[in-house]
């Protein structure tokens, strides 16, 4: 039966209809104010739903470490190594089926830490208990059995299937160094900030990356201001001290800036009303645009919104030496060099590998890389039984072109040379899943250039069906790979991808006699798994001043006030606890009532 040129729209209406349920229910232009009203209780009534997580442990090692735990460990069950309680470790422990494992986590941090937040916390808008949870209480909500050991991993021994610790509980004592062994090893140990090799950043800069960076920030606020107002400096000096610069401008230090520029104004200058002619925020950034990963429209809006509230923003400026009291760009169109002055500065400008993945990239020979590159499974490429997602990771989509040949010859079940529509339809559904850049292709390019891909197998003007060689299937395909593009370093794209490899793990066992994954085209049978397939549900801006910037799938943008009840209720939602639900509602309640905390605590 021939295929309509709209024959393969069923998928993409389906993604149409999900953007416009979008754009209708919850961005519906201007709210008049009684549905800005009804609008609100229905964000807020949004802000339900989160979870608990959980971890396993090797009864063998467990008793060795710790003999209170892991009495009744079953030896016969695989032993899932787990590094990192940030949001892919957490999201993979809290969906994994952990009475099918031996279970154990390793990481220097005994909390999961609600990230998105940590620009809030900076500002005391909200505190750090509030977005933290205490890995071992949210593993303690599994019914099974999960062992958590405070440590780094230091190093990564895929032959042997064994790691490397050090436990730097207590900073003052000596280290204590452990091994432990594994089956399955999945690493989730994020990344760490980027400095570039720029000199002086490590020494002179804030980072924004861990919970205690925020709380030293909050400090070092307060701390700028008492000696901002001390009364034997000079108005040059009192200027210099009062100057916070963000080296910059993406999500995390435009939202930083945002959150200062409310703090200094709402709370800190009604306490120092005589250094407000002082205090500057400046925000550093390389590129020409802030924000330049979101829609222009954002990127317009936020650098008016700055520009109203005083903010200066020096676009095209490249930091190249941070001294103890200035900071050295250069200009990258004229090439001249500037130097400012600063009190403080807050160090934003992307992420960087952590030492262990380094080490262990050389090892299993993924040189020159700053992420372990996995296959589209989430295993890491060149070894065995590993995993990394998160920001340690990214996935090499294989592209469709290497494939074309084998791809054809599976398709063209009779061996004719050609394929007719049905040899096509029976097989687009196992190349979708298997390549899922041609549905990003199909999206990018909307309908009528799906329809075209599609147009060698379509009817001709006389109602005969065309036919396919091999040449043409590849030509319609051609334009496919340009899709292909790497996944954002987010919580929303480690969490999505915990949760499907504990799916992958929970059905480990059933897998191989139902596998559910599309087609081998390079080999026989089908893939145990379908392929990680990432789900964009928007991002947030937030823009201080109760105003945030959404950017939700399909390019729909919403900025303003009602935007900012959506990020309230979606950040609550995701909280991973009701506790912590809880307290940062309290606290943003709090800071509606009573103000920031000023004290230098
Ligand atoms: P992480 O969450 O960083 O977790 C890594 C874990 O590994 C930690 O528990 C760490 O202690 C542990 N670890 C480190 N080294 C080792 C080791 N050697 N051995 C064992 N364990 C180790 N994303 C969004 O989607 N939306 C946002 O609004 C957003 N806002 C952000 C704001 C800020 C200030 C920051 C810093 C990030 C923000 N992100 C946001 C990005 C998001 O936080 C990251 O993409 C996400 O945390 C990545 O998850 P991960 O699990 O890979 O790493
Ligand atoms: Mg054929």
Same mark, same amino acid.
């Given at each position: 039966?021939?295929?309509?040129?709209?024959?393969?729209?069923?998928?993409? /209406?389906?993604?149409?209809?999900? $953007?416009?349920?979008?754009?209708?229910?919850?961005?519906?232009?201007?709210?008049?104010?009684?549905?800005?009203?009804?609008?609100? #209780?229905?964000?807020?009534?949004?802000?339900?739903?989160?979870?608990?997580?959980?971890?396993?442990?090797? @009864?063998?090692?467990?008793?060795?470490?710790?003999?209170?735990?892991?009495?009744?460990?079953?030896?016969? %069950?695989?032993?899932?190594?787990?590094?990192?309680?940030?949001?892919?470790?957490?999201?993979?422990?809290?969906?994994?089926?952990?009475?099918?494992?031996?279970?154990?986590?390793?990481?220097?941090?005994?909390?999961?830490?609600?990230?998105?937040?940590?620009?809030?916390?900076?500002?005391? &808008?909200?505190?750090?208990?509030?977005?933290?949870?205490?890995?071992?209480?949210?593993?303690?909500?599994?019914?099974?059995?999960?062992?958590?050991?405070?440590?780094?991993?230091?190093?990564?021994?895929?032959?042997?299937? %064994?790691?490397?610790?050090?436990?730097?509980?207590?900073?003052?004592?000596?280290?204590?160094?452990?091994?432990?062994?594994?089956?399955?090893?999945?690493?989730?140990?994020? *990344?760490?900030?980027?400095?570039?090799?720029?000199?002086?950043?490590?020494?002179?800069?804030?980072?924004?990356?861990?919970?205690?960076?925020?709380?030293?920030?909050?400090?070092?606020?307060?701390?700028?201001?008492?000696?901002?107002?001390?009364?034997?400096?000079?108005?040059?000096?009192?200027?210099?001290?009062?100057?916070?610069?963000?080296?910059?401008?993406?999500?995390?230090?435009?939202?930083?800036?945002?959150?200062?520029?409310?703090?200094?104004?709402?709370?800190?200058?009604?306490?120092?009303?005589?250094?407000?002619?002082?205090?500057?925020?400046?925000?550093?950034?390389?590129?020409? $645009?802030?924000?330049?990963?979101?829609?222009?429209?954002?990127?317009?809006?936020?650098?008016?919104?700055?520009?109203?509230? =005083?903010?200066?923003?020096?676009?095209?400026? /490249?930091?190249?030496?941070? &001294?103890?009291?200035?900071?050295?760009?250069?200009?990258?169109?004229?090439?001249?060099?500037?130097?400012?002055?600063?009190?403080?500065?807050?160090?934003?400008?992307?992420?960087?590998?952590?030492?262990?993945?380094?080490?262990?990239?050389?090892?299993?020979?993924?040189?020159?890389?700053?992420?372990?590159?996995?296959?589209?499974?989430? #295993?890491?490429?060149?070894?065995?039984?590993?995993?990394?997602? =998160?920001?340690? *990771?990214?996935?090499?989509?294989?592209?469709?072109?290497?494939?074309?040949?084998?791809?054809?010859?599976?398709?063209?079940?009779?061996?004719?040379?050609?394929?007719?529509?049905?040899?096509?339809?029976?097989?687009?559904?196992?190349?979708?899943?298997?390549?899922?850049?041609?549905?990003?292709?199909?999206?990018?390019?909307?309908?009528?250039?799906? @329809?075209?891909?599609?147009?060698?197998? @379509?009817?001709?003007?006389?109602?005969?069906?065309?036919?396919?060689?091999?040449?043409?299937?590849?030509?319609?395909?051609?334009?496919?790979?340009?899709?292909?593009?790497?996944?954002?370093?987010?919580?929303?794209?480690?969490?999505?991808?915990?949760?499907?490899?504990?799916?992958?793990?929970? /059905?480990?066992?059933?897998? *191989?006699?139902?596998?559910? =994954?599309?087609?081998?085209?390079?080999?026989? =049978?089908? $893939?145990?798994?379908?392929?990680?397939?990432?789900?964009?549900?928007?991002?947030?801006?937030?823009?201080?001043?109760?105003? &945030?910037?959404?950017?939700?799938?399909?390019?729909?943008?919403?900025?303003?006030?009602?935007?900012?009840?959506?990020?309230?209720?979606?950040?609550?939602?995701?909280?991973?606890?009701?506790?912590?639900?809880?307290?940062?509602?309290?606290?943003?309640?709090?800071?509606?009532?009573?103000?920031?905390?000023?004290?230098?605590?």
């Amino acid at each position: 039966m021939p295929i309509s040129p709209g024959g393969m729209s069923v998928f993409f /209406r389906s993604i149409e209809w999900s $953007h416009s349920f979008c754009r209708s229910r919850l961005f519906s232009s201007q709210p008049s104010k009684s549905s800005w009203f009804w609008n609100r #209780r229905a964000l807020l009534l949004l802000a339900a739903g989160s979870g608990g997580l959980m971890v396993l442990a090797d @009864a063998a090692l467990s008793q060795e470490l710790n003999p209170a735990e892991g009495s009744d460990k079953d030896l016969n %069950k695989k032993k899932v190594l787990v590094l990192g309680t940030g949001w892919a470790g957490t999201s993979f422990l809290k969906n994994l089926d952990c009475s099918k494992y031996n279970v154990q986590v390793v990481s220097p941090r005994n909390y999961f830490a609600f990230t998105p937040l940590l620009p809030s916390v900076t500002c005391g &808008t909200v505190e750090a208990r509030s977005i933290s949870e205490p890995i071992r209480k949210i593993v303690k909500r599994k019914e099974e059995d999960v062992s958590f050991w405070e440590a780094e991993c230091s190093e990564i021994d895929s032959k042997q299937k %064994k790691i490397f610790c050090c436990s730097n509980i207590d900073n003052s004592k000596d280290k204590e160094n452990f091994a432990l062994d594994y089956d399955y090893l999945i690493i989730a140990v994020g *990344a760490k900030s980027n400095t570039f090799n720029t000199p002086g950043v490590d020494k002179y800069c804030h980072f924004l990356k861990e919970v205690e960076d925020a709380q030293r920030i909050r400090g070092s606020i307060v701390d700028c201001f008492e000696r901002g107002s001390l009364p034997h400096l000079s108005n040059e000096e009192r200027e210099r001290i009062l100057h916070f610069v963000v080296v910059g401008g993406g999500p995390t230090g435009i939202e930083f800036a945002a959150e200062l520029h409310d703090f200094i104004h709402d709370d800190l200058l009604k306490l120092y009303p005589s250094l407000k002619e002082f205090v500057k925020i400046t925000v550093v950034q390389s590129g020409d $645009h802030i924000l330049n990963m979101f829609d222009q429209r954002i990127s317009d809006f936020a650098e008016n919104k700055f520009q109203r509230d =005083g903010i200066e923003i020096k676009t095209g400026c /490249r930091v190249v030496e941070v &001294t103890d009291k200035y900071i050295n760009m250069k200009e990258k169109q004229s090439g001249a060099t500037l130097s400012i002055s600063y009190g403080m500065i807050v160090w934003s400008t992307g992420i960087g590998t952590r030492p262990v993945i380094s080490q262990f990239m050389k090892q299993i020979g993924q040189t020159d890389r700053r992420v372990l590159a996995t296959d589209e499974w989430l #295993r890491v490429k060149g070894c065995d039984d590993v995993y990394a997602l =998160g920001d340690c *990771a990214t996935i090499e989509q294989r592209k469709i072109m290497e494939d074309i040949s084998y791809i054809f010859k599976i398709a063209d079940k009779d061996n004719s040379g050609t394929l007719t529509v049905k040899e096509f339809k029976d097989v687009i559904e196992d190349i979708r899943m298997r390549y899922p850049q041609i549905d990003l292709y199909l999206e990018r390019e909307h309908m009528k250039n799906a @329809a075209k891909l599609l147009e060698g197998t @379509a009817e001709n003007a006389h109602g005969q069906t065309i036919q396919l060689n091999i040449e043409q299937f590849k030509t319609a395909i051609s334009r496919v790979d340009s899709q292909m593009k790497a996944l954002p370093a987010t919580a929303q794209v480690a969490a999505q991808q915990g949760t499907y490899l504990a799916r992958c793990f929970n /059905r480990m066992d059933i897998s *191989a006699a139902e596998p559910e =994954g599309p087609l081998r085209f390079t080999g026989t =049978g089908r $893939h145990r798994f379908r392929p990680f397939l990432y789900k964009h549900l928007g991002q947030f801006a937030p823009l201080g001043g109760e105003q &945030t910037a959404a950017q939700l799938p399909g390019d729909w943008v919403s900025i303003g006030h009602s935007s900012q009840w959506l990020w309230y209720s979606v950040y609550a939602s995701k909280q991973v606890s009701w506790r912590t639900r809880v307290l940062v509602v309290f606290d943003w309640t709090k800071r509606v009532i009573f103000g920031r905390d000023s004290s230098g605590m």
